[in-house]
């Protein structure tokens, strides 16, 4: 089953690859299996793999992780994951019980930066292999009220930091894995400028839509995987798409036309 | 050689039966109902406890208001802890004004009792009675209705609630007046969040602290919360909120507190109704990031006002249900009911979801070709030379 995802992704060896920057976009709720797949295959990997959300709480991770027979639970036991619940840092900054400054709000992302930098400095040293950072929902930032100017410096620092300063000190050529998923709306013009940004400073994105036609129950939607060209490892620029369904554990891909409901 | 696997024995919990509650047929999640068992059905057996239920309000807003009538009523009736908040209308109307309960307990008790006693007057020769035809469930066993805590009520539009019933219930009541009050007791607010929204947060959070319905809290009997918001989001709960202030009418209060109320609800054995105006907001992106941050969106498209009232097509309904999104909790893909295809129908005593269909084609063209669309014009070629002829069929 983890097949599926990580063969359409061009991932033959290994799950995620070394030093890759993969952006999930979704037009819909319907991205999200490609993130639970890509972290559950990490976690099988024995990689180090460090996951911030903003929209859900640990549970619901465990639980969908289950369903592809592995266990976030046990991983954070052993230390090779470290969940942040960024939804309830999020509350507690915008709504705190007692009064706070002002500039709380203000600092949110740079405090939040430093603190996924250091667990994964810890990550990095208790568990072997490459570290991996999974973001569940980077356009949350944007419903809070930051402006999109700061949301990509977030990034962009955020990816200098996990490239250069990070690994500076590992002899390793090869570096952090970075998997971000993001929403957009093409009526929501900032989510779908930053959706874009994200695409330019990526090594990897998929683009995950509904069908134009509207909800079918044997065609969940159609994914569209585009590879970059990058000066460390050079590749074809190339771009696949296919059509996925749903199940219970996983994800079906076929080309376009061929569902096997219609043949 | 130590295998690490994921597998682990699944130890049968405790099972802590709230009144009013079942646990989904699909992923196990702990339910309640709408108040609605039509609308139950299409969300796969109910509202998932911890989740937000938001409900796009209709141009008229009459019918987003209903459902959160039938939200309270359900609470009060399974005996549920209730808040209700509210900035355009007085909560406290609105209790008054609850749906009453299609009560069908008393009249199964005295049908049962009628059995009893039947029963008892036949006496040891019922007993005796061989069954000649049907032998085979001569020894089944006689069928009892089980007493079962009812999951979902049916309720009379026509009939209010009595009134020591709703006060009974200790309905939290939040009204524009205390917002306004809490707003001013703030002495020097950070102006990023509006105070209102900010209000409403606070007293769900005290409300889930002093009612102990975290899931943290271990011990005792565990109750649901039942949180009904009216018009979140219209003009009277004041925007305001930017963290730049570039005068953009993009609601970010509004979305700051739906991701802290999914972030308070997802501890507590809670469920939140929300009603929101979208269609006053001046920008679409903001519409689906409203959406984006709840569970389960609703849209209600009323025919009130609009052409597709005339539609014979529609003539049966009262508006369109549209499902924007389902909720995706601890799996991988949300369960869709058969069909998207929705409408919702009002009548003089209830309120239900139905799958939309189009009226029989044959009943309304058989009877068009039947009236005669210029009789007077027709020569009369019958027996009868009257010129008032009632029927075809008269001579």
Same mark, same amino acid.
Not at chain 2, 3 to 23: D, L
Not at chain 2, 189 to 196: A, E, H, L, V, W
């Given at each position: 089953m983890f097949s599926s995802v990580n063969s359409f992704l061009g991932f033959d060896r290994g799950c995620i690859g070394n030093r890759e920057c993969l952006i999930i976009g979704q037009n819909e709720e319907n991205g999200n299996f490609v993130l639970h797949q890509v972290l559950s295959a990490a976690v099988k990997e024995k990689r180090p793999v460090c996951l911030v959300s903003f929209v859900q709480k640990f549970h619901h991770y465990n639980a969908v992780s289950l369903k592809t027979g592995v266990s976030l639970q046990s991983a954070t036991e052993a230390k090779q994951l470290q969940f942040i619940d960024g939804l309830e840092e999020l509350v507690h900054t915008f709504f705190p019980e007692t009064y706070q400054p002002v500039t709380n709000q203000e600092n949110f992302l740079d405090r939040m930066k430093e603190k996924l930098l250091k667990s994964l400095c810890c990550l990095k040293e208790q568990a072997h292999g490459q570290p991996v950072l999974v973001i569940d929902d980077i356009s949350v930032f944007l419903s809070m009220g930051y402006h999109l100017d700061e949301v990509m410096m977030f990034f962009k620092a955020l990816q200098e930091a996990l490239w250069f300063s990070l690994d500076a000190s590992s002899s390793t050529q090869n570096g952090t894995t970075l998997v971000v998923l993001t929403s957009y709306d093409q009526h929501d013009r900032d989510t779908w400028s930053?959706?874009?940004f994200l695409t330019a400073l990526s090594s990897l994105d998929v683009n995950v839509t509904g069908l134009q036609t509207g909800y079918c129950k044997d065609v969940h939607g159609q994914a569209c995987v585009t590879w970059r060209d990058s000066m460390d490892a050079p590749r074809q620029h190339a771009t696949k798409t296919l059509q996925f369904k749903l199940m219970e554990n996983g994800a079906e891909f076929f080309a376009a036309g061929t569902s096997s409901a219609v043949l | 050689m130590a295998v690490s696997t994921s597998f682990n024995k699944r130890v049968k919990a405790k099972i802590r039966h709230i009144p009013g509650t079942k646990p989904s047929l699909y992923n196990n999640q702990l339910l309640v109902s709408t108040g609605i068992p039509s609308l139950d059905a299409v969300l796969g057996g109910g509202l998932a406890v911890g989740t937000v239920l938001l409900v796009e309000e209709d141009l008229h807003a009459t019918y987003a208001q209903l459902m959160v009538k039938y939200f309270l009523a359900e609470g009060v009736v399974s005996g549920h802890a209730l808040s209700a908040a509210s900035a355009d209308i007085d909560p406290d109307q609105l209790i008054q004004d609850l749906p009453a309960p299609i009560d069908d307990v008393p009249s199964r008790a005295t049908t049962t009792s009628t059995e009893q006693t039947e029963a008892a007057s036949q006496g040891s020769g019922d007993a005796d009675n061989k069954m000649s035809i049907a032998?085979? !469930?001569?020894?089944?066993?006689? +069928?009892?209705?089980?007493?079962?805590?009812?999951f979902g009520h049916y309720y009379n539009l026509t009939k209010r609630m009595?009134?020591?019933? +709703?006060?009974?219930?200790?309905?939290?009541?939040?009204?524009?007046?205390?917002?306004?009050?809490y707003e001013r007791e703030q002495p020097s607010s950070p102006p990023y969040t509006s105070c209102r929204y900010k209000c409403v947060l606070h007293k769900i959070r005290k409300r889930i602290e002093d009612g102990k319905f975290s899931t943290a809290v271990k011990s005792g009997q565990h109750n649901i919360l039942r949180i009904a918001i009216h018009s979140l989001g219209s003009p009277l709960w004041g925007d305001g909120g930017s963290l730049h202030n570039h005068g953009e009418d993009n609601q970010v209060s509004l979305l700051q507190f739906l991701l802290a109320l999914r972030a308070t609800l997802r501890t507590a054995f809670s469920v939140c109704l929300l009603t929101v105006p979208s269609h006053l907001f001046q920008d679409a992106g903001t519409v689906k990031r409203v959406e984006r941050l709840c569970d389960t969106v609703l849209r209600l498209e009323s025919f009130a006002g609009s052409g597709k009232a005339k539609n014979p097509a529609f003539?049966? !309904?009262?508006?369109?249900?549209?499902?924007?999104?389902?909720?995706?909790?601890?799996?991988? +893909?949300s369960r869709m009911p058969e069909t998207l295809d929705l409408a919702f129908r009002v009548r003089r005593k209830k309120f239900t979801i139905e799958k939309l269909h189009l009226p029989p084609e044959l009943s309304d063209t058989a009877s068009r070709e039947q009236d005669?669309?210029?009789?007077?014009?027709?020569?009369s070629l019958g027996c009868s030379s009257s010129a008032t002829r009632s029927s075809k069929l008269d001579f």
């Amino acid at each position: 089953m983890f097949s599926s995802v990580n063969s359409f992704l061009g991932f033959d060896r290994g799950c995620i690859g070394n030093r890759e920057c993969l952006i999930i976009g979704q037009n819909e709720e319907n991205g999200n299996f490609v993130l639970h797949q890509v972290l559950s295959a990490a976690v099988k990997e024995k990689r180090p793999v460090c996951l911030v959300s903003f929209v859900q709480k640990f549970h619901h991770y465990n639980a969908v992780s289950l369903k592809t027979g592995v266990s976030l639970q046990s991983a954070t036991e052993a230390k090779q994951l470290q969940f942040i619940d960024g939804l309830e840092e999020l509350v507690h900054t915008f709504f705190p019980e007692t009064y706070q400054p002002v500039t709380n709000q203000e600092n949110f992302l740079d405090r939040m930066k430093e603190k996924l930098l250091k667990s994964l400095c810890c990550l990095k040293e208790q568990a072997h292999g490459q570290p991996v950072l999974v973001i569940d929902d980077i356009s949350v930032f944007l419903s809070m009220g930051y402006h999109l100017d700061e949301v990509m410096m977030f990034f962009k620092a955020l990816q200098e930091a996990l490239w250069f300063s990070l690994d500076a000190s590992s002899s390793t050529q090869n570096g952090t894995t970075l998997v971000v998923l993001t929403s957009y709306d093409q009526h929501d013009r900032d989510t779908w400028s930053l959706w874009k940004f994200l695409t330019a400073l990526s090594s990897l994105d998929v683009n995950v839509t509904g069908l134009q036609t509207g909800y079918c129950k044997d065609v969940h939607g159609q994914a569209c995987v585009t590879w970059r060209d990058s000066m460390d490892a050079p590749r074809q620029h190339a771009t696949k798409t296919l059509q996925f369904k749903l199940m219970e554990n996983g994800a079906e891909f076929f080309a376009a036309g061929t569902s096997s409901a219609v043949l | 050689m130590a295998v690490s696997t994921s597998f682990n024995k699944r130890v049968k919990a405790k099972i802590r039966h709230i009144p009013g509650t079942k646990p989904s047929l699909y992923n196990n999640q702990l339910l309640v109902s709408t108040g609605i068992p039509s609308l139950d059905a299409v969300l796969g057996g109910g509202l998932a406890v911890g989740t937000v239920l938001l409900v796009e309000e209709d141009l008229h807003a009459t019918y987003a208001q209903l459902m959160v009538k039938y939200f309270l009523a359900e609470g009060v009736v399974s005996g549920h802890a209730l808040s209700a908040a509210s900035a355009d209308i007085d909560p406290d109307q609105l209790i008054q004004d609850l749906p009453a309960p299609i009560d069908d307990v008393p009249s199964r008790a005295t049908t049962t009792s009628t059995e009893q006693t039947e029963a008892a007057s036949q006496g040891s020769g019922d007993a005796d009675n061989k069954m000649s035809i049907a032998w085979r !469930y001569q020894n089944q066993p006689k +069928v009892q209705p089980a007493p079962t805590a009812q999951f979902g009520h049916y309720y009379n539009l026509t009939k209010r609630m009595e009134a020591e019933k +709703v006060n009974g219930a200790g309905i939290d009541c939040l009204s524009f007046t205390d917002l306004l009050a809490y707003e001013r007791e703030q002495p020097s607010s950070p102006p990023y969040t509006s105070c209102r929204y900010k209000c409403v947060l606070h007293k769900i959070r005290k409300r889930i602290e002093d009612g102990k319905f975290s899931t943290a809290v271990k011990s005792g009997q565990h109750n649901i919360l039942r949180i009904a918001i009216h018009s979140l989001g219209s003009p009277l709960w004041g925007d305001g909120g930017s963290l730049h202030n570039h005068g953009e009418d993009n609601q970010v209060s509004l979305l700051q507190f739906l991701l802290a109320l999914r972030a308070t609800l997802r501890t507590a054995f809670s469920v939140c109704l929300l009603t929101v105006p979208s269609h006053l907001f001046q920008d679409a992106g903001t519409v689906k990031r409203v959406e984006r941050l709840c569970d389960t969106v609703l849209r209600l498209e009323s025919f009130a006002g609009s052409g597709k009232a005339k539609n014979p097509a529609f003539r049966d !309904y009262t508006g369109l249900l549209h499902l924007i999104k389902l909720p995706c909790l601890n799996e991988f +893909v949300s369960r869709m009911p058969e069909t998207l295809d929705l409408a919702f129908r009002v009548r003089r005593k209830k309120f239900t979801i139905e799958k939309l269909h189009l009226p029989p084609e044959l009943s309304d063209t058989a009877s068009r070709e039947q009236d005669d669309p210029v009789p007077s014009l027709r020569p009369s070629l019958g027996c009868s030379s009257s010129a008032t002829r009632s029927s075809k069929l008269d001579f």
